[in-house]
C-alpha cells in the first residue's frame, strides 16, 4: 500500500491563527494526491467556519475535508478526525503550527523507509510573537509546544514523547488501541491535558516503536498571553491534575508510580534551581521550582 498523509486539525475558536495554519498546508511540495486536509471544528463561535470554508473555496484542488464534532473537547475532536481520515498515515497539527513546505512529502518518505515505526514526532519549533521570556529554560519550554531532538532521525528516549503539535501515526495503530481518551484534554478553556501521554504509553505497552525526525517541521505560535507567570501556573496546575486523572484511571500502582517520579522530579528541579542561582539566572530558576510546586499542587488538589 502507498502512503498517503491525512493531516488532521481541530480547532476552536481561532479565528486569529486558523488561516495561517491552512496556508501553510496549501503550498506543500507534495502531490495533492498524496494528502488531504481534515479540519475538524469543535464547536467555534468566532468566524472559524467561515474562514475554513472560504479557504475551501479557493483552494479546490487542495483535497479539504471539513466537519464539525458536537461534543466539546480536543480529544473528542481528534478522535472524530481519526474516524473521518481516508489515508494510513494520520499527522496531527496544531490550529496554531504553520508547517514547513516540505512537511507533507517528508512524512511520507520517514514511513517509506521506516517500516517498523508506528509513530513519529517532527521537530518543533517556537514562533514568539514578541521575545522569549527571561525565565524561560529549555527545560520549561516544552510547554509551549517547543521539541528539538537534533538534526537527526532517532527512536524517542523512553521518558519522552512526541507533542500534539505536530505528531503522526500509523492509522493501523487505532486498529489496536482505542484512541485518544475523552476524559483527558482540553475542553473549551480549562487547561486539562494527559491525553497524548496516555496514548503514546499505551502504544509503548504494545511495544510499538515511537521515532523522532526533524525534517517535517512547524513553526508554532507563542502568543504573549501564554508567557504570563499566571498562565504558566494554571497550565502548571492542569498538567499534575490531569497526571492524576489519567493514573486513577489506570491503577493505585500506576498512581503511586506517577507520585515516586514528581519526587524525583523535584530533585532534578532542585539541582536545576542551584544552577541557575550560581550562574546568575535568577528568574530561570525561580520559575523552575514555582512550575515544580504547581504541578504537584495540581496533582493533589481535589479538583481544578
Not at 494526491?33 to 467561515?50: A, K
Not at 512547524?218 to 492524576?244: C, M, N, W
Request: hydrophobic fraction near 40%; include cysteine.
Amino acid at each position: 500500500m502507498d502512503n498517503k498523509i491525512s493531516i488532521i486539525i481541530c480547532t476552536y475558536n481561532r479565528e486569529d491563527i486558523i488561516g495561517k495554519c491552512l496556508d501553510a498546508l496549501s503550498i506543500q511540495s507534495c502531490s495533492e494526491n498524496n494528502y488531504e486536509i481534515v479540519l475538524v471544528n469543535n464547536n467555534s463561535s468566532d468566524s472559524t467556519e467561515q474562514i475554513c470554508l472560504n479557504f475551501k473555496n479557493d483552494n479546490k484542488d487542495i483535497d479539504f475535508n471539513y466537519f464539525v464534532e458536537t461534543k466539546q473537547g480536543l480529544s473528542a475532536a481528534r478522535n472524530r478526525g481519526i474516524k473521518e481520515a481516508k489515508y494510513n498515515l494520520l499527522a496531527f497539527i496544531d490550529d496554531d503550527a504553520m508547517a514547513c513546505e516540505g512537511y507533507a512529502q517528508e512524512v511520507i518518505r520517514f514511513f517509506n523507509r521506516n517500516g517498523t515505526a508506528v509513530a513519529l514526532g517532527g521537530k518543533i519549533l517556537p514562533m514568539y510573537e514578541t521575545v522569549r521570556p527571561k525565565w524561560m529554560s529549555k527545560y520549561l519550554e516544552p510547554l509551549m509546544s517547543v521539541i528539538d531532538l537534533g538534526d537527526k532521525d532517532r527512536e524517542f528516549p523512553k521518558n519522552k514523547f512526541p507533542i500534539g503539535a505536530n505528531m503522526v501515526f500509523r492509522k493501523s495503530v487505532f486498529n489496536e488501541i482505542d484512541g485518544f481518551n475523552e476524559n483527558l484534554g482540553r475542553t473549551g478553556k480549562n487547561m486539562l491535558g494527559g491525553e497524548e501521554k496516555d496514548l503514546f504509553n499505551r502504544i509503548k505497552q504494545r511495544n510499538g516503536l515511537i521515532w523522532y525526525s526533524p525534517k517535517p517541521w512547524v513553526y508554532h505560535h507563542v502568543p504573549d498571553k501564554r508567557l504570563t507567570v499566571e498562565f504558566v501556573k494554571k497550565q502548571a496546575l492542569g498538567i499534575g491534575f490531569s497526571e492524576k486523572i489519567r493514573t486513577l484511571n489506570i491503577g493505585k500502582a500506576e498512581l503511586f508510580k506517577s507520585i515516586f517520579k514528581e519526587i524525583l522530579k523535584w530533585g532534578a528541579s532542585i539541582v536545576l534551581f542551584l544552577f541557575y542561582s550560581l550562574t546568575f539566572q535568577f528568574s530561570k530558576a525561580g520559575m523552575i521550582v514555582r512550575f515544580r510546586y504547581w504541578v504537584s499542587k495540581g496533582f493533589f488538589k481535589k479538583g481544578i
